[in-house]
């Protein structure tokens, strides 16, 4: 019975580190978007 709740465990943790790291891809994703700079803002940072 011990085996058993061990090896449970060990399934739900790998479970929820596999649902942390899509997770925290989804995320990346939408913070490395970067729009497109003005020509105005361009000129000014040049």
């Known amino acids: ?3 058993i709740k061990c090896l449970l465990f060990m399934g739900v943790l790998a ?3 596999l649902l ?3 997770t925290a891809a989804g995320a990346c ?3 490395h978007y970067q729009p497109e ?3 105005s ?3 000014k940072y040049d």
């Open 41 to 43: 803002l361009a000129q």
């Open 15 to 17: 479970l929820v580190t």
């Open 29 to 31: 994703g939408v913070f």
């Open 20 to 22: 942390a790291n899509i």
């Open 37 to 39: 700079l003005p020509e």
């Open 1 to 3: 019975m011990q085996k």
